[in-house]
Nanobody, 122 residues
Framework: QVQLVESGGGLVQAGDSLRLSCTAS????????IGWFRQALGEEREFVAT????????YNADSVKGRFTISRDKAKNTVYLQMNSLKPEDTAVYYC???????????????WGQGTQVTVSS
């Protein structure tokens, strides 16, 4: 019904930047409410950032600390996560999810992408 595809991950050095993309397709009313989550090996899935259809955003300040920015391009059905000043602690699989209005809880999201790996080395 709804397909979400993440891209943009990779292997980078500490201090580098990455821009992740989440592109949605599959139904007439596209899921403009999008959340980003991440999950390190052996860890629980962690909320990163979310944006709703109006452009309102919410961040996990404890983990992001002003380094990440979420944005959207409705014409391209795409939500972005700009990640700056990356740290080894940011290493995880990053997932985008839909459709929940600014929720920080994975259980509230009905659709998930396959994830994209971000690895930050020191």
């Amino acid at each position: 019904q709804v397909q979400l595809v993440e891209s943009g991950g990779g292997l980078v050095q500490a201090g580098d930047s990455l821009r992740l993309s989440c592109t949605a397709s599959g139904r007439t009313f596209l899921p403009y409410n999008i959340g980003w989550f991440r999950q390190a090996l052996g860890e629980e899935r962690e909320f990163v950032a979310t944006i709703n259809w109006r452009g309102t955003t919410r961040y996990n300040a404890d983990s992001v600390k002003g380094r990440f920015t979420i944005s959207r391009d409705k014409a391209k059905n795409t939500v972005y996560l700009q990640m700056n000043s990356l740290k080894p602690e940011d290493t995880a699989v990053y997932y985008c999810a839909a459709d929940a209005d600014l929720s920080t809880r994975p259980m509230d999201y009905d659709y998930w992408g396959q994830g994209t790996q971000v690895t930050v080395s020191s």
